[in-house]
């Protein structure tokens, strides 16, 4: 499976961005994304996650209100829109794929097996 993540780039604060992410190769029947960043010198961590059957999504609580995870199962696309940029949303990136049933949304990192090569998202002040 390759995933393939853009949309990135320079925003001023307040702004809005829409992050997409195309699924391609062999993906397995069912799986969840989710979009993962990381800024320079902090962890990984988990931004927003939607289920394969788009009726279960996880938002952490820095994006919650002012961000929207979909699916677009028959494109094999996912899309974050991100309103209400903040500088602290500075950051690279990351979907990813983790296999599983129709409403399964893993918030952790291990779950998902497949990784997009990232998109570099910098909010101005």
């Known amino acids: 499976v390759q995933l393939q993540a853009s949309g990135g780039g320079l925003v001023q604060a307040g702004g809005s961005l829409r992050l997409s992410c195309a699924a391609s190769g062999r993906t397995p029947s069912s799986y969840a994304m989710g979009w993962f960043r990381q800024a320079s010198g902090k962890e990984r961590e988990l931004v927003a996650t939607?289920?394969?059957?788009?009726?279960?999504?996880y938002y952490a609580d820095s994006v919650k209100g002012r961000s929207i995870i979909s699916r677009d199962n028959a494109k094999s696309t996912v899309h974050l829109q991100m309103n209400s940029l903040k500088p602290e949303d500075t950051a690279v990136y990351y979907c990813?794929?983790?296999?599983?049933?129709?409403?399964?949304?893993?918030?952790?990192?291990?779950?998902?097996?497949?990784w997009g090569q990232g998109t570099q998202v910098t909010v101005s002040s």
């Open positions: 939607i289920s394969w059957s788009g009726f279960s999504a």
């Open positions: 990813a794929a983790a296999q599983g049933p129709g409403d399964y949304i893993p918030r952790a990192l291990s779950p998902y097996q497949y």
